[in-house]
């Protein structure tokens, strides 16, 4: 199973992963964070980084998600990419961390185009004056079905 750490600003991150485990019912196994605040010396909390993605890669790899593109919690994050080992996203949503819990049983390439996808395909304008109907955020446990109906085009 690939690992996830999400590095973001503030609780965003801790956030997430309790968003995440309220949809999925349950606390998702092999995800962790790295919250970074104002006050914290990157060189300092690299180490720390460092130890999370140790722990988190089982032999299957680890990905990466950081809040926004060129920030401080991308940039430490890309200091622990490894291609094909340790990849990594910037523009973290939940459905996106979604999209990458759902397909983390895949080979570490098909799970970060599949989490990608997620974040773009989670980026919907809502119709006006319409009730919307809810869908399911996620495939049931231990499937790897996908969290849209045309998932199977993406």
């Known amino acids: 199973m690939i690992g996830i750490l999400i590095i973001a600003h503030g ?4 956030s997430l992963i309790h968003c995440a485990s309220h949809v999925l019912g349950k ?9 970074v605040t104002i006050h914290d010396d990157p060189a ?10 140790t722990h988190l890669d089982d032999g299957n790899g680890v990905l990466i ?20 080992q340790v990849e990594g996203i910037a523009g973290v949503s939940l459905p ?17 185009a599949k989490a990608i996808s997620g974040g773009c395909d989670g980026v ?9 109907q809810e869908t399911p955020d996620a495939a049931p446990a231990g499937t790897a079905e996908g969290t849209r109906r045309d998932d199977a085009a993406h």
């Open 27 to 35: 606390r998702p196994m092999r995800v962790r964070q790295l919250g």
């Open 124 to 132: 919907v304008r809502m119709p006006q004056g319409q009730p919307t």
């Open 96 to 112: 996106m961390l979604i999209r990458a819990l759902t397909y983390r049983d895949q080979p570490l390439e098909q799970m970060l």
């Open 11 to 14: 609780t965003l991150a801790e």
């Open 65 to 84: 998600l950081t809040d926004i593109y060129g920030a401080t919690p991308c940039n430490l994050a890309s200091k622990l990419l490894r291609p094909g």
């Open 44 to 53: 300092a909390i690299l180490p720390q980084a460092q130890d999370l993605v």
